[in-house]
């Protein structure tokens, strides 16, 4: 049987997907270190927080096909979580009680958290890359909730409820869609492209 040239052409769906274990343990690992270092400042321990998002950011990067790739990744977004997160900071909408050296400045817990939210993107959210408009969706929806959940752990203040969370959601409907475009140029979890 031979296949048409298109479909010869066509790239597998999702080459080079990650397992379904690898899935689950990605999203097990995300969790346990966003609980951990909410918790962590919660408490007044930010440090042991972060580092616990640290260790989750080491072992994804440790077992990823390309290691430089998902670090450069990570850095990234933790670069893209300090510019967002100190303007929402700026901004006065959420107030947070530990890890801010500067006052205007993301604490930074919160940069480690947006760098460990890059080792979800190729893997857990991987599906999502080629969504645009449903990144926007979920980004304005979910974005909002995960500070949500922070706040009634105690790992953040909402100073104006409502502003802050239409200004959380108006910023993940941007950045979802950005970020997971960035985690397709960024993919070091799928193996290398053999060139032809």
């Known amino acids: 049987m031979q296949l048409s040239p298109a479909l010869a052409r066509a790239p597998a769906r999702d080459a080079g997907a990650p397992s379904r274990v690898r899935q689950v343990a990605n999203f097990v690992v995300f969790e346990a270190a966003w609980f951990a270092c909410i918790l962590g400042v919660a408490h007044g321990e930010p440090l042991w927080g972060t580092a616990a998002v640290v260790a989750a950011i080491a072992w994804h990067v440790a077992i990823s096909a390309r290691p430089a790739t998902e670090l450069a990744l990570a850095a990234i ?14 901004q006065g909408h959420v107030a947070y009680p530990a890890g801010q050296p500067v006052a205007w400045l993301a604490p930074y817990w919160m940069v480690a958290l947006w760098a460990e939210f890059g080792i979800a993107l190729n893997v857990t959210l991987r599906w999502l890359k080629r969504k645009p408009l449903l990144a926007v969706v979920l980004g304005a929806v979910f974005g909002p909730l995960s500070y949500l959940g922070g706040v009634r752990l105690g790992g953040a203040h909402f100073v104006d409820e409502p502003a802050a969370l239409v200004t959380l959601a108006c910023m993940w409907a941007v950045l979802m869609p950005l970020v997971m475009w960035i985690s397709d140029r960024f993919d070091g979890v799928a193996p290398q492209p053999a060139h032809a």
Do not use: D, R
């Not at 893209?80 to 900071?89: F, N, P």
């Open 77 to 90: 977004l933790g670069a893209i979580g300090l510019v967002a997160e100190s303007l929402v900071v700026a």
